[in-house]
């Protein structure tokens, strides 16, 4: 297959994912407007931290797909995995909204949150390992094994921060939120001439 | 028309499809959370199960188009009519989760469920059959009858497991989900040498 | 603007309102499931019936936009109306879908379902006609005056079954849905050979 | 990354998020039909603003990105805010619909609608000051340093109705509603001679 066909529909769900999750902005009556708008700030929070982590993954989506030159099953296969992932936030993050400031419930509302980010990087991380380890002939002919080990070591490096985000959960919600923030901040960064060197060769 | 508007559209339905299944994932209020999280594990399953399928069929969906030159008005309609049924799936997928633990109505809900999937099979077949046997001048060159033969016996075959798994609903439930789980699986397995060879044909 | 643009976003609001309406489908707890689903049949019409409804005019829409060699400002003003009709178009369903049975207000909804189709098609047909009389310039070449004129005729005749529909449903609810059904099966019908011959000059 | 990947993910948002306003189109049940499709006017007023506006934005984006060459890291970043302010539009509507004729709260949930397009506005504002100030060499050979200051200063124009917008809410919410219903009025006016010739010079 192509793979601008694997891109239209992966841009569809990252697309429409990212949109969803509007849905969970909503105000609740009987209370004042104000009072109320103040109140579901966690809806806000949840809210901007998952669009900018889709908008994260679906960055770095493209990148992994521009290394290739075509798709095969497999990749197929993967993918369709990652995209179940992704379709799974507008859920978590309606969790993390509705429960971070409930009386209980809140620190398993966290580490669903943040287990959900995790599971998403995992099922990026399975694609790029299986690509970059076992599809070399389906990639660009400039990725020297070097590059592609520097790549895949930056991608497991990625996944760090989400299953600590997943663990502090336990100890509080909030600190899973602002880790999950951090990592969308610090990739909005603008990156360096040492990043931009190091992105052109992958 | 040219094939390309119809595929935008065709992947449009299927992207959105799938992600709209994220809506039947939601929690009640009133029970702890950990304890409503393990209740509603048919969700998760009836979820996961679709948005495979979903995706299996888009798969095909573009094998199939790949076989063509360009599209005509019976097309269209069929292709329609396939998108029609796809349309349907949040819903069979939701009456599924929403039954499935249910002390009542659980074997039609599932009678419903495997009975969308084999309605979609269906308009699927109906489409493939169509292009193979009405229109072989809008079809690429090499397509032997031997191959287009193939090609339509093994899309009729693949009827036949969403035909059981309707009739099982009678029977359990969860049986019905178990097929529709095992075609998904099947699907994602590696494919063999002798698969590839087959569909390079086809 | 290149037209191509214009179409991704066209393209992306037709399946999307096309696959919203599946929102609509779904049961009320209380009832035995079997009675229910029985219930509910004027939910699966509306959706059929809008879902085809929107495939058309999709499917005319691509037709419309490949007689155009590029886009302007008022083509892109006009085709908002019409995409603005098109995402009315899962509230008229609904409505529908929810009065067809009810005791009062289900003649009131009928005007307003046949109508929401109406002014869709009045929108299509301002583009239409500004496209043939206003913007020749932008056309391909081929089209002569008497084949714009013929395009423009047939597209007028389009509007009539809406505009019966939309009355019929004073006298009848079920009256108006069995027109909009209609126009869809008749579009759906085989074109003969005098139609392609026809659909080709234009 | 080549910006046509860039164009067909925000296309998917700009195209869902307006779709998606017409889930804020409902009646309540309870009352006679006639009665309640009367009362709701403000749904319609304020989903076909939004919609409009959403479309608007959408045309300038791409005649945004059609100055470009290419895309980099920051205006990546930038436009994923940019499409997050577009996430939060269907919820600022509901606002605006639930609340117009509320006996309370309709001042602040105007000034939220209000602040919403300004919100959406500032983040445009941002991009396109990035790139007109910043990538110069991203840019189309033709833009001259005048033809970039004059787009600058048209965005920057473009600001201050919402500006108003917002405060209007303070005295008055149809006022705000006025006032975006007039911003999308005027940019669907025909254009005249002079505009297009400025438009094609930018």
Redesign the interface.
């Known amino acids: 297959?192509p793979k601008n066909?694997l891109?239209?529909?992966a841009?569809?769900?990252?697309?429409?994912?990212?949109?969803?999750?509007?849905?969970n902005?909503?105000?609740s009556e009987g209370h004042?407007?104000?009072q109320e708008?103040l109140t579901i700030w966690p809806q806000y929070a949840a809210?901007?931290i998952s669009?900018?982590t889709i908008?994260?993954i679906?960055?770095n989506h493209?990148?992994m797909l521009?290394r290739l030159v075509s798709v095969d099953?497999?990749i197929?296969?993967l993918n369709?995995l990652l995209?179940?992932t992704i379709?799974?936030?507008?859920?978590s993050t309606?969790?993390m909204a509705e429960?971070l400031n409930a009386s209980?419930?809140q620190n398993?509302?966290a580490v669903?949150y943040g287990g959900s980010f995790l599971l998403m990087s995992l099922a990026f991380f399975a694609i790029q390992r299986h690509l970059l380890l076992a599809k070399p002939h389906l990639l660009q002919d400039h990725l020297t094994p070097e590059v592609r080990q520097a790549v895949l070591r930056r991608n497991a490096t990625g996944l760090l921060p989400y299953a600590v985000a997943t663990v502090s959960g336990i100890v509080s919600p909030f600190l899973t939120l602002a880790i999950c923030a951090l990592v969308g901040v610090f990739?909005?960064l603008?990156?360096t001439r040492f990043d931009?060197q190091h992105q052109r060769d992958a």
């Open positions: 297959m066909r891109e239209a529909f841009d569809g769900i990252f697309a429409i994912a990212a949109t969803l999750l509007t849905l902005l909503a105000v004042p407007l104000g708008l809210y901007a669009f900018v908008g994260i679906w960055i493209h990148a521009q099953h497999a197929l296969v369709l995209l179940l379709g799974v936030l507008p859920f309606a969790l429960y209980h419930g398993l509302a669903v990739y909005a603008p990156r931009v």
